[in-house]
């Protein structure tokens, strides 16, 4: 596959992602409910598919190929763990959370603790937008990674074009393009790992000689998921650092939910979403394993589907181009819109409020424009700093889990937690995490095994310090309240 015909396939894709947004822009903005949340427009199988593209993104394609490279497929385990996750948050919470129509996770926060003006949202809000900092990071670098390959520039100039491009058109259309766009995305990013399977099974002649080559070199288990036991402690490990931040949900999650036409559509669409997303995570493993027998030991694992990439053809090279693209740009365009929300809605707006600022729809739209561009620089440092796919993410994940998991379910199912505990078990919990994390996880305990006592402790203690919460406080969010009850009895449509 030739450079010239990159860059023009590549120009042809862009220039489309832009031209949607600018079409879909009259009626994305004629009120704040249709720019951040496309409220009630999509079907489950609308909601299954770009979930899908949000959740595969590259971390999922470039990052699983890449660390199976070098480990073996057992490294799905890190990553499914994730979806897996999910599944109790849409059981347990979805229908709740589309009842009680929030923009932010961190409102849901604030409607249970909402004492000191609400205060709770800052530390919330800035935990989220870490989050989505940094996976905004490990998208522009998944794109500067292409861009390198194909073109052959700096890494920093593949950050910030990849930047401006995602820029553009996921904040000129909120989410109704984030919606759009991620759907035409995702049947690209849906055939691509299948595409390039069957690719490298071309290269080699089947799959045997893969086989040949772990068992001559002792290492047969590197084509195995199930190795002994190991495979239980991946699972347990991960759904319990970085998959515990999942019982909270994700704000991308939460803006398709919202999205969604009743609570039927969206609660299948994820269901759906989830089951066919854990089988597909399977193909980018087994890619990579193959790959060392394809391309040799020495290549550097971010740039193994990009090495296989180049030696495809026209046809393949197309698709398997707008394939990765697709997963890239649809992961980035609904990472980065939720991280500007997060930034507009809960710092930003939450600041101007406690100061009298009146904001109204134009204005909201404009501030969430701002957040998405303040994302979009905090994430471009982050991409240059950690210039990796999937660098920093357990990190990030496990310090946000130990400081926000805990007073989520206080929040659902406590009569007693207060704004204060909840507070400071945030404070107590993210500090504790980030520090044992500063001392390089000492006996290679993870973070969030520090963090969630420290939580537990702070939110105990931090309660004495104030008044009971008052029965409005607790029926805003309590789980087991009437108004829950009549909402899931509700007839649907």
Not at 148 to 159: E, Y
Not at 181 to 197: A, G, R
Not at 348 to 366: M, W
Request: with cysteine.
């Amino acid at each position: 596959m030739s450079t010239t015909f990159c860059v023009i396939a590549m120009a042809v894709y862009m220039a489309a992602m832009v031209i949607i947004g600018i079409v879909l822009r009259r009626q994305a903005t004629r009120s704040m409910s249709d720019f951040g949340l496309a409220a009630n427009r999509f079907g489950s199988a609308v909601i299954a598919a770009v979930s899908i593209g949000a959740w595969v993104g590259s971390a999922g394609l470039i990052g699983l190929c890449a660390s199976s490279y070098t480990g073996g497929v057992m490294s799905w385990w890190s990553y499914a763990s994730l979806y897996l996750v999910t599944l109790p948050w849409i059981f347990f919470f979805v229908s709740r959370l589309r009842s009680l129509k929030l923009f932010t996770i961190a409102e849901f926060y604030q409607k249970r603790f909402p004492g000191y003006n609400g205060a709770i949202q800052y530390l919330v809000g800035i935990g989220f937008a870490l989050k989505y900092c940094m996976m905004m990071g490990l998208q522009f670098n998944a794109m500067a990674f292409l861009l390198t390959t194909v073109l052959g520039w700096s890494h920093v100039q593949g950050v910030l074009v990849s930047a401006a491009i995602i820029l553009f058109y996921t904040s000129i259309s909120g989410f109704l393009s984030v919606m759009v766009t991620n759907f035409i995305q995702s049947v690209f990013q849906t055939l691509c790992p299948f595409v390039m399977l069957g690719f490298v099974l071309h290269l080699l002649g089947g799959w045997q000689p893969a086989a040949d080559f772990y068992q001559a070199a002792g290492q047969p288990q590197a084509l195995s998921l199930f190795q002994g036991f190991g495979w239980v402690k991946e699972l347990v490990y991960y759904c319990i650092t970085m998959g515990l931040l999942v019982i909270v949900g994700n704000q991308d999650d939460l803006q398709r939910v919202a999205s969604a036409k009743n609570d039927a559509s969206a609660k299948k669409g994820l269901y759906l979403g989830t089951f066919l997303v854990l089988p597909i995570l399977l193909v980018p493993c087994y890619i990579g394993a193959a790959a060392k027998v394809v391309l040799g030991p020495g290549v550097e694992p971010n740039m193994v589907f990009y090495e296989l990439m180049m030696k495809a053809g026209p046809l393949v090279g197309l698709l398997l181009l707008y394939g990765v693209l697709s997963t890239i740009m649809s992961c980035a365009s609904s990472t980065l819109f939720a991280g500007g929300m997060i930034i507009s809605k809960n710092v930003i707006q939450t600041y101007l409020a406690s100061k009298g600022r009146a904001i109204n729809d134009k204005k909201d739209i404009a501030l969430s424009r701002l957040g998405i561009a303040l994302c979009t620089v905090f994430s471009i440092g982050l991409s240059l700093w950690f210039q990796g796919i999937m660098e920093l993410m357990d990190v990030v994940m496990s310090i946000c889990a130990a400081a926000l998991v805990i007073p989520y379910l206080f929040a659902w199912f406590s009569r007693r937690m207060n704004t204060e505990g909840a507070i400071a078990g945030i404070v107590s919990g993210g500090l504790a995490a980030l520090l044992w994390t500063i001392l390089g996880r000492p006996w290679g305990l993870d973070s969030i095994w520090v963090g969630l006592p420290c939580c537990l402790a702070g939110c105990l203690i931090g309660r004495r310090f104030g008044a009971p919460p008052t029965p409005q406080e607790v029926q805003a969010t309590y789980y087991f309240q009437q108004k829950f009850r009549r909402a899931k009895s509700a007839p649907k449509g």
